[in-house]
């Protein structure tokens, strides 16, 4: 057990839901962006959020309705402590960008407030609590961000009841490249466009890829991995809520992507490449297209992120 | 290449479609039950179907309905050739059984003329050319028998268009308990009562457990084989059709299986344990409580079967 400390800065990152077929069970951890947040013990008896930077003035502090006050609560209440702290959050990501925000920041409260404890949880143990703050930001307890921020690498929910996380392989030159037009999607509208039913032969290609595409993982085969990223069932019906979807993805195609989908709800749109060189290829071509349309973008290019949450200096 | 006969006979392995939560697009071999086909070349330029033993007087014996003859014939139509031969075929399987009768004729059919005329194809290049044996039988070109008892092993199929059959690894110790309840279920019946379009949180849960059955084969985990292998799709609504399915379930999960349930269309149930006397101590199990309610049943106990269709002495 680590000596106790009154102080801790962690680094929580942003995550991929989805993975194309993989809608709301599979999930990836990316290097950048991400949250950093600083907790301070005190004794109040009270968790209180002292600064959010980077948010635009968008994000509450109210520590009923912030995800990341909200989760390490949770995880105090079920231990049955009451212990004070004072948060500072510094958002080095875009909010509602489909990158797993919300679930950044519950994941890196309770993190970090379990390392001051003295790690009474596993990092699987606490996902439960910062799925509590997802509760507060989307309205349901979903575990596909906050899973893989926490654990990193690629995850799998089997299921909820009892919640089931399984780690799967992330084979070395898989590289993620990320563009954020910057429109507003809400999720709310993101989750309306989705269809309460669909055509059993859609859901057959959908569970054939989810498992080829773990097959793919295992046996690293990157041919296997693209063919299998697919989206039959949430792509088709939010590809018309991100501008220039298609042609984001011609582009990403034409220039080597394995596959290219949307992030979470988006706007992000996300591709998977082989290899860093290919990822910075794919990435500049999808921003340059976006640049052509006047859309403004931000972008990232990143390995998957084996570590997940981290304690940072 | 081998030299060429003009005589063979093979033996081409029942299967087990479905695998619980990959409803049409995965399946498995067993050792027995099977086809045994016997092949002789001729110089009538036409496929003959010379004697069909064991079918009780069931199955065509016109070529153009016979499913071992149609395949050969798509095969020597595909390669512009003509070539005559007799086939005798010993069903040594249950008709309409769900066990993939008619996709092991198939298959037996034309792997022995593949033999016969030096191998020109490899055993998954065969595949498409069974499958027409399958439109005949059934209507639609299925590959999910077919392709397991070609192959052997576990098989996903990932895409029809074009066709993508991936071999999934096999854990050792890993059977097969099947309990045939001698009632008849017909595949038009079976397919009938499938729901034409499912709720989306059914499709999530059924393609989190295709992924993780396929994480569960590539790490020896039976017991996430076994959560994984659970159908919210076909078995609600087949399982009405087979006489005391849930009884027959309970039996099995009491009795140490990892999983159980329809195999194909049924009526055929199966069960996969880990170890043969965990198979055997559920197989007796299953065929007990079939007798207390006076339904005769044949059973077999198997590991799954590596090898798929053979040549026999």
Known sequence: MPPKKAAIKVYAPATVANLACGF??????????????????????????RR??????????????????????????????????DIVLRKRMPLGSGLGSSAASAVAGVFAMNELLGRPFSKSALVPFAMEGERIACGSAHADNVAPSMMGGIVLI????????????????????????????LTRDAR???????????????????????A???????????????????????????????????????DGALS???????????????????ALRVMSSIKKMYRDKKIPTDQYLSPVNRDGVIVIP
């Not at 950093?36 to 968790?47: A, C, D, R």
């Not at 992330?170 to 037009?181: D, E, F, K, R, T």
């Open 158 to 185: 089997r299921s909820y009841h009892p919640l089931e996380i399984i780690s799967l392989p992330v084979p070395s030159q898989m590289y993620i490249a990320l563009v954020h037009p910057q429109v507003e999607v």
């Open 24 to 49: 709301d069970v599979m999930g990836l951890s990316v290097r950048e962006p991400g949250d950093e947040l600083s907790l301070m013990l005190n004794s109040s008896g009270k968790i209180s959020v």
């Open 216 to 254: 793919g993982l295992f046996s690293s085969n990157f041919t296997l991995i693209g063919k299998s990223m697919e989206d039959h069932v949430a792509e088709p019906a939010r590809a018309k809520l991100i501008p220039y979807f298609k042609e984001a993805k011609e582009a990403a195609l034409l």
């Open 52 to 85: 959010i930077i980077g948010d635009g003035g968008k994000l509450s502090s109210d520590p009923k309705k912030n995800t990341a006050s909200v989760a390490i609560q949770a995880m105090l209440d079920h231990m049955g402590i009451r212990q004070g702290a």
């Open 260 to 278: 290219f989908s949307i992030s979470g709800s988006g706007p992000t749109v996300f591709a998977v490449c082989k290899g860093k060189a290919s």
């Open 192 to 214: 309306a466009v989705l269809p309460r039913k669909i055509p059993l032969e859609t859901g057959i290609r959908q569970w054939a890829n989810t498992a080829s595409l773990v």
